[in-house]
C-alpha cells in the first residue's frame, strides 16, 4: 500500500472524527439529551480503525478536548482549558479506545457489544467519588449514590453509542466498498 493511500485514510478517518465530535454541543442546547454524544462511538470507531493505534488515542483525545474547550465555554462563558475531574473524564474514553482496537470484523454484534462495554467502562470510571470533588460521599456508599444517579446519563450514553456506530461504522464500512483507497492494508492482501 502506498503512502499515499495511509495517508488518505488517516484523513478521512480524522475528518469523520472532527465531524462526529461536533455533534456533542448538541446537548447544551437540549439538557434531556445530556451525555447523548458521540464521543464513544468515536473512541470505538477510532480504535477500531486506525491501523496505527497511537493515531486513535492521539485523534479522540483531541476531538474530546477540543469539544471540551466549546462545552465549558457554553456552560461558564469562559475558556477553559483544564479543570480537576478532567483525567477522570478523559481516561474512560482512552480505554475505550482499547476495548475499540479488539473490534476486528465490525458486525452488529461486535460493536454493539464494544458499545455496552464502554459504556459500563465509563459509568465504572468516571462516576468514582474519591478521586475528584463529587456531591457523593468518598466511600463505597458515595459511589453507590453517584452511580444510581448516573444510570439516566448512561442510558443517554448508550443510546448515543447505538446511534453514532451504526453511523460511523456502516459509513465507512459503506465507504470502504466504494472507495479502495480507505481499505486497510490487511483488507487489501485479502
Known sequence: ????????????????????????????????????????????????????????????????????????????????????GSIWVYLPFLIMVLIGTFIKKPTIANVGLSSI?????????????WFYGTRYPHSLTGYGMSLTAAIPFELNMLMADVLFCAVLFGGFELAKRKYTVLRSQRELAV
Open 117 to 129: 462495554a464502554a459504556v459500563c467502562v465509563h459509568w465504572l470510571v468516571s462516576d468514582l467519588p
Open 1 to 84: 500500500m502506498s503512502t499515499q493511500k495511509l495517508n488518505t485514510r488517516t484523513a478521512v478517518l480524522i475528518l469523520i472524527i472532527l465531524i462526529a465530535s461536533v455533534f456533542r454541543l448538541i446537548s447544551y442546547e437540549f439538557p434531556s439529551l445530556s451525555n447523548f454524544t458521540p464521543m464513544g462511538a468515536i473512541a470505538l470507531f477510532g480504535g477500531a480503525y486506525f491501523s496505527d493505534k497511537w493515531k486513535a488515542y492521539l485523534t479522540v483525545l483531541l476531538a474530546l478536548f477540543v469539544s471540551d474547550i466549546f462545552i465549558n465555554y457554553l456552560y461558564t462563558s469562559k475558556w477553559v482549558l483544564y479543570y480537576s
